[in-house]
């Protein structure tokens, strides 16, 4: 089963509470495309209609504050009656135009009254488009995010309780399971850990694009003095600050549920004096097939692997530098249980550390790199510790006993040194959210023992739900140290390898370019923790046997708990904007559908004197006006002169005037220079 964290197959589509705007605010609804096409479309048409409804009871004010008991021109009384019959601005506006131009001979400045009432249907219109604007973003969530429930959830392990690491299959499933999330991790935060992120669609998958990373650079030596190769304040650190689980990793729960962590991380080369044994066939290194060439061994603590114990951390055969290959880059971890030294799993070489005295952290996790350029030749010198390159690459290839005369090597350079050596620590920081309570900067294995989790959970009073996410966070974060960031990759997790052509590097490394590759490897930390996330919910990437699911089911709290960001097809809604919008456009229906009711009750209390003003607006309906203009000619016996709707007798029937007169009115003062003004 592959597992894509963007696949909408496992979105929830329900009702569900975002907990990062509370419980109001953040109620949130989340549909498919289809239904959240319909609901749009819905909720258009709804403001469509209650915009209407809320534009007659606009009409009905500006009717009655319009009306008066005093002897008015037509012009007026045309206005009254355009009030109450036109339905929408737009017709208002026509209308109101049409009779400008009819009364412009006939009134005085007849566009200047009608002015102000256009006006008004203008500014109506200008904002009936911005509420449809707005009623869309009202009902959308503040975060756009959505939620994952799939029946896979669970926390899967590569090396879960009985690993084994000198079985061959296990190993491989760990080592397949590294590269790929790995990779994969690389490969995000190459991409989304770079300002203006946010804009790229393949960057909005996490709850947040990328996570917070400060950096401090001529930060104290992490290890004891001496130890770093250009000083005690020559250390590049990187610091999370504090990230929340729900803000952050997208684990949803209310804030006293919440669980906060930092992760942060110190490099520095180290100095190589003193720690250095140079091997030849007169001095050999024990176990080791002698070449021709002199053998390096660095002692940074010794090492175990089936051939016993070793008194050196790595060793180096110069013979490598005329093999034709590029860089290489080996690591060691060390992370400390219960007082005895291990590594944090299988290296490429098997091999066991235990970092020296000098380099020994309780408080933190160690690791050291030890990087050889080999055969590869640098178009411009270096000046950065770890990538230093001066000495003359024809003249290095001279001392190999290579062709002399490969003049287009004159100006290239070739590293300083065999090897170089720089270490880092790891170290991490929880606190409980509800207490403001934080540990100590520490190693991860104050919690990674199930003794040690059980202590922490005691000692800082988590709730259920806060220790289930501690479980995980710290699962996701035993493998999450720098020698992770590499592991199984070497060379290929270098920036410097990516402008390295045919042996060359054509690039003009920068003098900090070691702190772009250790930056780079915490950033993909950061990502693995980002991915790792979202893989507890929906499940692992891959289901290769051989992977361990930790015995937490689907009813559990967490896997009912983690926010995406909404993949194409997913929309989600806020509950409180949509019944907010509902709640007032009702409102505004109803009572324009009850509107003359509620001001038969309250006018003649609240509004003295507007009964006159009521009956003008009952009168100036057009079907009043048709009832009149009937009684005026003498045709049917109407009743209901103030109704809605004004009835003649049962069954009494009549032509709307004779066929054989002519429809427009006789008179001896009748003036026909305007008559068709309306079509001019």
Known sequence: MEVNSNNSEYIYTAVWTDWSHGRIHGATITLSAQNAGFLTAFLALFVSVSAGHLWRIISFVVHQFHSSQKPRDALHHQQQVIFKNTTSPVALIWEFALLSWAWRRKAQHPLLRNLLFIVLAIIWLALTGSAAILSARITKPAGSHCLIMSPHCGLYLAAGAGFNASDPYQLDVFDTTQLLETNTATSYARTCYVPGAERLPQCNIYAQTRLALHTTTNASCPFQSGMCLEGDSTAFAMDTGL??????????????????????????????????????????????????????????????????IHNYTYYYDAVTVRAQIGYKLQSESAILFSGVWATAGASETSQFWKPRDELNRTDADVSIFFLNANSVMYEYPTDDPIFSAHVSALSQLRKMGMNTSIAEFDDWYSADTLTTIFGCIDQFQICNARTEVCSDLQGIQAWASLDGMLAFIDAYDLSPLQADTLSVLVNYLVLNNMYYSIYGRSSYALRAQETLSNLNQVAQLPSNQWQIEVQSWFETNLAKLQERSVQFATGPRSSREGKQRVA?????????????????????????????????????????????????????????????????????????????????????????????????????????????????????????????????
């Not at 080369?269 to 060439?293: E, K, M, Q």
């Open 243 to 308: 990230l929340d689980s729900r803000e952050h990793l997208g684990i949803n729960a209310p804030d006293d549920e919440r669980v906060l962590f930092r992760k942060s991380a110190s490099c520095a080369p180290l100095t190589r004096a003193g720690y250095i044994t140079v091997h030849n066939d007169t001095n050999p290194l024990p176990n080791f097939p002698y070449s021709d060439y002199l053998v390096a061994a660095y002692h940074y603590g010794p090492t175990f692997d089936g051939n016993g």
């Open 552 to 680: 937490l089911t689907d009813q559990t709290p967490l896997c009912k708990a983690q926010k995406v960001r909404c993949p194409a097809g997913m929309t989600s809604f806020s509950v409180l904007g949509v019944s907010c919008l509902l709640a007032v456009g009702g409102l505004i229906i109803l009572s324009n559908l009850s509107l003359d009711s509620i001001m038969a009750r309250v006018g003649p209390k609240w509004f003295p004197g507007s009964a006159y003003r009521r009956l003008n607006w009952a009168l100036d309906d057009k079907l009043q006006l048709q009832r009149k203009a009937f009684e005026g000619a003498g045709v049917g016996h109407w009743h209901g002169q103030t109704a809605a709707v004004p009835v003649t007798d049962t069954g009494e029937t009549f032509l709307a005037w004779a066929s054989n007169e002519d429809p427009a009115p006789k008179s001896d003062h009748l003036d026909t220079s305007d008559d068709h003004a309306t079509r001019e």
